[in-house]
């Protein structure tokens, strides 16, 4: 692909993630959550775009815009490329919507060229990945598939409009939220174009890199409990202070998940319960969040961490009230056949090895892996790797690079069989 223009698409891809991030709910930052006016808009430029790259398109039940660039022949397997077009509140432009964008942008050049391949091409907008305005997890790729949380309908948003009522505003039935909308006997795999939302590209000079595993994660809230006293007349032998409790937890946390490779711990919200500058805090809450991209690396990591907080308590003569899992998802390792496919489209393009790494954070992709192989390729973040923030930022010279990558892997994609 000698007369691959990076240039011409690093423009443009940059233009539209910037064009697309002006549709925001809010005029002070970019948010994008699911349904909204901005939403509705960011959706219908989405279908354009496709239109423009020679794509079919269509809507499905739960909103996702999602473009059909035909095979060469019929009865061929589907190949589906995708990431998400809601945002996080106050978050970058770059998340998720490149990933759309490159896919996009590859259909448009095999159209340009007149050229279709053995496999149809269905690129997916999501269009609830982040799940900002209704709690919810994977809304989209799920809904997909053919999976409906039970309970959704009813959830309500900050304003008290329903999930269900959102639906019908925006011109979609409720009833038919979680009916599949494509035909999973047909898919020959999924491939997610993203930006790495971390600094490992970054540091290794590497524009590009292809996902090993998704990590799996579980969440937590615990519940400290003490004893509160006033803060200038129990001698500190005698407290029994949950905050202080707590923050021995929070270090224990840390150093064990301090032990390399993909594990890692966070806490990310610390509550005092009726904390008062002069009495001594009697119940804390906090959430505790772990993760690895080897569940059995991260399950030995939550026995080590609870283990060492029971030890704490009983030391300082507090108690953990209760210990509450809120998140609890597999880790996914990525198909073999689509990794080593990325790789050397990697390796073609760049010309040097591609870089392998796990994904931190949690993605489509795994939603798709219930169903069918699945392939994800990183993007290097600039800004010293930050993401979900206003400083998310990517290069043209980058997303130019990862169009090249992916259509050198479309190009040579076999469909092959698919994991059932």
């Given at each position: 692909m000698n007369d691959f223009d990076r240039a011409r698409h690093g423009a443009q891809l940059i233009a539209r993630a910037q064009a697309l991030g002006r549709h925001s709910d809010s005029p002070a930052h970019y948010t994008r959550t699911f349904l909204t006016p901005a939403h509705q808009a960011a959706a219908k430029q989405l279908a354009e775009w496709m239109l423009e790259a020679g794509m079919e398109v269509r809507r499905d039940p739960v909103g996702n815009v999602i473009g059909r660039y035909e095979a060469s022949g019929p009865g061929a397997r589907t190949l589906l490329i995708g990431s998400h077009f809601d945002s996080v509140r106050n978050g970058g432009k770059y998340d998720g919507v490149l990933g759309i964008l490159v896919g996009i942008a590859c259909a448009a050049e095999l159209n340009a060229r007149g050229e279709r391949l053995p496999v149809a091409i269905e690129v997916v907008g999501f269009s609830d990945e982040e799940g900002a305005r209704f709690q919810t997890s994977f809304l989209a790729s799920k809904s997909l598939v053919g999976r409906r949380e039970a309970d959704v309908l009813e959830r309500r948003d900050a304003d008290g409009v329903s999930f269900a009522d959102a639906?019908?505003?925006?011109?979609?039935?409720?009833?038919?939220?979680?009916?599949?909308?494509?035909?999973?006997?047909?898919?020959?795999?999924?491939?997610?174009?993203?930006?790495?939302?971390?600094?490992?590209?970054?540091?290794?000079?590497?524009?590009?890199?292809?996902?090993?595993?998704?990590?799996?994660?579980?969440?937590?809230?615990?519940?400290?409990?003490?004893?509160?006293?006033?803060?200038?007349?129990?001698?500190?032998?005698?407290?029994?202070?949950?905050?202080?409790?707590?923050?021995?937890?929070?270090?224990?946390?840390?150093?064990r998940c301090s032990a390399g490779g993909s594990l890692v711990g966070t806490v990310g919200i610390?509550?005092?319960?009726?904390?008062?500058?002069?009495?001594?805090?009697?119940?804390?809450?906090?959430?505790?969040?772990?993760?690895?991209?080897?569940?059995?690396?991260?399950?030995?990591?939550?026995?080590?961490?609870?283990?060492?907080?029971?030890?704490?308590?009983?030391?300082?003569?507090?108690?953990?009230?209760?210990?509450?899992?809120?998140?609890?998802?597999?880790?996914?390792?990525?198909?073999?056949?689509?990794?080593?496919?990325?790789a050397a489209s990697v390796a073609r393009v760049l010309g040097s090895p591609a870089k392998e790494l796990a994904s931190g954070a949690g993605h489509d992709a795994m939603v798709l892996a219930d169903v069918t192989e699945v392939g994800m390729l990183f993007v290097r973040c600039g800004a010293g790797g930050v993401s979900h923030n206003p400083a998310e930022t990517v290069t043209a010279e980058d997303a130019a690079l990862a169009t090249q990558a992916l259509l050198d892997f479309l190009r040579s994609f076999s469909s092959g069989s698919v994991r059932r």
């Open positions: 639906m019908r505003a925006a011109g979609l039935d409720p009833e038919r939220l979680g009916e599949a909308s494509v035909d999973l006997a047909s898919l020959a795999g999924y491939v997610e174009v993203h930006i790495e939302q971390g600094p490992v590209l970054l540091d290794a000079g590497a524009p590009l890199g292809v996902v090993t595993t998704i990590a799996g994660g579980a969440r937590h809230r615990v519940t400290v409990r003490g004893e509160a006293g006033h803060a200038g007349t129990v001698p500190m032998p005698r407290r029994r202070d949950a905050l202080a409790a707590a923050c021995e937890m929070v270090l224990a946390l840390e150093k610390l509550q005092v319960r009726d904390g008062t500058g002069n009495v001594i805090p009697g119940e804390v809450e906090f959430t505790c969040d772990i993760r690895a991209g080897e569940d059995d690396v991260r399950l030995a990591a939550e026995r080590d961490v609870f283990a060492a907080f029971e030890a704490i308590a009983a030391r300082r003569g507090v108690s953990l009230s209760r210990v509450e899992l809120t998140r609890n998802v597999r880790a996914v390792p990525c198909s073999p056949r689509l990794r080593e496919g990325l």
